[in-house]
Nanobody, 124 residues
Framework: QMQLVESGGGLVQAGGSLRLSCAAS????????MGWVSQAPGKGREFVAG????????YYADSVKGRFTLSRDNAKNTVYLQMNSLKLEDTAVYYC?????????????????WGQGTQVTVSS
C-alpha cells in the first residue's frame, strides 16, 4: 500500500503558474515511478506526466510539453509538478498516482494507487 496526498491546486489566471505536490507514505517511495493524471469536467482521466524511480527520465503528454515540469525529491518522498503558462483547457482535477513499479506508466488505467486529487481551475 502507498498513500498519496496532493496539494497546491487552486484558481489561477490563464498564463499563470502553479506547483502541485504529492507526498507519499507507506512504501519505499524511491523505488517507484510516479505519475500525474488529470480529469477535466465531463471527460475521462488523461495522462499528464510521469517520472521514473530515480528522476532521470520524465514523460509528458503532448499538450503539456514545454509548459509542465515533473520532478521528485526522494529524500522528502515527494513529487512536484510545476505548471507554467496555464491554459483554460488545463482546468481539471489532478491526481498523483503510482503502479509500484520503477517504470513509468503512460496510461491512466495502468495505475493502481491514487491520491484524492487536487483541483486546478484556470480562468480567463
Amino acid at each position: 500500500q502507498m498513500q498519496l496526498v496532493e496539494s497546491g491546486g487552486g484558481l489561477v489566471q490563464a498564463g499563470g503558474s502553479l506547483r502541485l505536490s504529492c507526498a507519499a507514505s507507506g512504501r519505499t517511495f524511491s523505488s517507484y515511478a510516479m505519475g500525474w493524471v488529470s480529469q477535466a469536467p465531463g471527460k475521462g482521466r488523461e495522462f499528464v506526466a510521469g517520472i521514473n524511480w530515480g528522476g532521470s527520465s520524465t514523460y509528458y503528454a503532448d499538450s503539456v510539453k514545454g509548459r509542465f515540469t515533473l520532478s521528485r525529491d526522494n529524500a522528502k518522498n515527494t513529487v512536484y509538478l510545476q505548471m507554467n503558462s496555464l491554459k483554460l483547457e488545463d482546468t481539471a482535477v489532478y491526481y498523483c498516482a503510482t503502479r509500484l513499479s520503477p517504470i513509468v506508466v503512460v496510461t491512466p488505467t495502468g495505475y493502481n494507487y491514487w491520491g484524492q486529487g487536487t483541483q486546478v481551475t484556470v480562468s480567463s
